[in-house]
C-alpha cells in the first residue's frame, strides 16, 4: 500500500503561482511513477502531470504545458507540482496518484490515489 497526502492548495487570483505537494508513505517511493490530475465540477477526471521514478521523464497535459512543472524529492517521498500562470480554467480538485508500472497519462492504469485538494483560482 501507497499512502498519499497532498497539500498547498487554495485560493489564488488569475496570474498566480501555487506550489501543491504530495507526500508519500508505505511503499518504496521511488519505485514509483507519479501523475497528478484534476477534477473540476461537472468534469470527468484529467490528467496534468507525470513523473517517472528518477525524475527524469516528465510529461504535461497541452493544456498546461509551460506554466506547469512536475518534480520530485526521492529522499523525502514527496512529488510537486508548480503552478504558474494560472487560470480561472484551472480550477479543480489536483489529485496525486501512484503507478508502479510506468509513466503515464490514463488514471486508470494508476494504482493509489490521494483524496485531493481543491486549487481555486479567481478571475
Known amino acids: 500500500q501507497v499512502q498519499l497526502v497532498e497539500s498547498g492548495g487554495g485560493l489564488v487570483q488569475a496570474g498566480g503561482s501555487l506550489r501543491l505537494s504530495c507526500a508519500a508513505s508505505?511503499?518504496?517511493?521511488?519505485?514509483?511513477?507519479m501523475g497528478w490530475f484534476r477534477q473540476a465540477p461537472g468534469k470527468e477526471r484529467e490528467f496534468v502531470a507525470a513523473?517517472?521514478?528518477?525524475?527524469?521523464?516528465?510529461y504535461y497535459a497541452d493544456s498546461v504545458k509551460g506554466r506547469f512543472a512536475i518534480s520530485r524529492d526521492n529522499a523525502k517521498t514527496t512529488v510537486y507540482l508548480q503552478m504558474n500562470s494560472l487560470k480561472p480554467e484551472d480550477t479543480a480538485v489536483y489529485y496525486c496518484?501512484?503507478?508502479?508500472?510506468?509513466?503515464?497519462?490514463?488514471?486508470?492504469?494508476?494504482?493509489?490515489w490521494g483524496q485531493g485538494t481543491q486549487v481555486t483560482v479567481s478571475s
Open positions: 496518484a501512484a503507478d508502479i508500472r510506468r509513466i503515464g497519462d490514463d488514471p486508470l492504469t494508476y494504482d493509489y
Open positions: 508505505g511503499r518504496t517511493f521511488s519505485n514509483y511513477a
Open positions: 513523473i517517472d521514478w528518477s525524475g527524469g521523464t516528465t
